[in-house]
Every structure is written in C-alpha cells, then in structure tokens.
C-alpha cells in the first residue's frame, strides 16, 4: 500500500508541471495582443486625359485601330465574322478592337518623371503595370499637375492610372493614401491653384 501511495505522488508531481506550463502557453497566448487593422486609405481623381495623340509613337501600328477576334488559346483570327462564327467565336466574348497588344491588356498605369526627355523636360512617362511597358506620356497641359503629385508622394501617397472602362486610351489620374496626410495636400493644391488663377487673371487685365 505504502509503494503504491509513493508512484501516485511521483505521478502527479510529474504532472502538475507540465500541466502548469500548458496554462502558462495559453495565457500567453490569450494576452497576446491582436495586430492594428491595416491603415484606411482613400482616392481621388486629380485629372483624366486621353493618350492618342502621343501614343501613336510608340504604338507598334502607329495608333490605327483594327479588329480581330483572339480565341481562347490567345490564336488570333483576323478573318470575317461568318468564318469567325464557323469556328464557334463570338465578337461580345473574342472580339477584340484596338491600336496594339499594350492598349489592350495595361487597364493600370504607373507614371514616372522624365526630366531628361529630349522636348519637355516637365515630362511625365505613362507605364503599363501589366506589361511594364512605355504607352506615352502625360499631355503637355497635365503634365506639371501630375509631376508636382508624384514629387508631393515621396512614399507617403501613390499616384496612379485607371484606365476609364470603354476607353482604352482615356486614363483617370488618381492619387491614394491617408484621409488626413490627402486632405490637407489636396486643399493646399487647391489654393494654390486659386492663387495662380488670381495672378493670371491680374496681369490679362
């Protein structure tokens, strides 16, 4: 009996450690604190322009637009709609209607200053994010808009382009980050703005 009362106790002074450390692990566990929700971030539209007139330079067809149906495989077709139809195409899933590959497929852009740009040296380069490729540049009347955002950014706010659905040359500019840090820039932009309207406004008169 006294042999039998000695291997309970070792038996549970074997246990209660291990016991006492699974509690230890879970009342860490439940006092770890829980991560802070991501940072709430808005746009908003600063301009939308149209890149055809500077596209076609670097279009591979010189900006004309052509028709084609391009099937699943991604085999393009180039003949008439009968034989199109012969081949179980359809123009609302396979038709396809642009200037080149790069229109088609970038719906988003990046832009980049191009100071060094041989006519403009306010220049601003239009990138694909899709295919990382130069589609042209910001329009000389938007182009200081645009390069004064993507100075103002420096990491804190992104701007970027959205292709405006139905127009593949049509891009809106939008600039995202923070409500407070975008508010205040956008309001200070928007007096500037009022500020030179003033001035030009005094000196045609």
């Known amino acids: 009996v006294q042999l039998k009362h000695q291997r309970r106790m070792v038996k549970t002074a074997i246990k209660k450690p291990a016991a006492s450390v699974k509690s230890k692990v879970r009342s860490k566990l ?16 600063l301009v939308s322009f149209d890149i055809g007139s ?6 591979e067809n010189g900006g ?9 495989d991604g085999t393009i077709f180039e003949g008439s709609n009968k034989q199109a139809h012969s081949l179980g195409l359809t123009w609302s899933k396979h038709g396809v209607y642009t200037c080149c590959e790069a229109v ?6 990046s832009f980049k200053l191009d100071p060094h740009n041989a006519y403009d040296s306010n220049a601003v380069k239009i990138i694909g994010d899709q295919t990382g490729e130069l589609v042209g540049h910001v329009p000389r009347e ?12 420096a990491g804190t706010l992104h701007v970027k382009g959205h292709r405006v659905c139905g127009r593949l040359l049509q891009i809106d500019c939008m600039i995202e980050g923070p409500p407070e840090l975008l508010t205040s820039l956008t309001d200070l932009d928007d007096e ?3 500020e030179s309207n003033e001035e030009s406004s005094h000196e045609e008169r």
């Open 30 to 45: 439940l006092k770890r604190p829980k991560p802070p929700p991501p940072a709430k971030l808005v746009s908003k539209k």
């Open 54 to 59: 500077n596209h076609r330079y670097k279009c």
């Open 64 to 72: 004309a637009f052509c028709s084609y149906y391009q099937a699943d």
């Open 104 to 109: 088609y497929v970038n719906t988003s852009y």
């Open 142 to 153: 938007n182009n200081l808009q645009v390069g004064s955002w993507l100075r103002k950014a």
């Open 192 to 194: 500037n703005d009022a």
